[in-house]
């Protein structure tokens, strides 16, 4: 039990109450310690819950940006199949398709 310094020991091998002269500071030093984890802790669920929230409810200028670019993709999405199809149009006879390979 002596090689756990780092833990109050109230209760020796002989069955008495047994202090030592530093089982105060052996107690603060664990008091201490679990703060600075429970701290810890405390800290890392706050950033996740703000993460989560920012991904949930974005703010309103941040949401009309992520629209925004939505409808960016969607027309470079719709002037690829415009120019795909245009491509098939002014093909000449002997042209095999873009897409051949696939299949």
């Known amino acids: 039990m002596n090689l756990l310094l780092a833990f109050p020991t109230y209760l020796q091998n002989t069955g008495k109450l047994q202090h ?18 429970f701290f810890l802790l405390g800290c890392f669920a706050v950033v996740a819950w703000q993460i989560w929230r920012r991904t949930t409810r974005p703010e309103p200028h941040v949401q ?40």
């Open 20 to 37: 030592a002269s530093n089982t105060a500071a052996m107690d603060w030093f664990v008091i201490a310690t679990l703060c600075c984890f």
């Open 64 to 103: 009309l940006l992520m629209e925004l670019a939505e409808s960016d993709e969607e027309k470079v999405i719709q002037n690829a199949d415009e120019t795909h199809r245009d491509d098939n149009e002014t093909r000449s006879p002997w042209e095999k398709p873009q897409d051949w390979w696939k299949a």
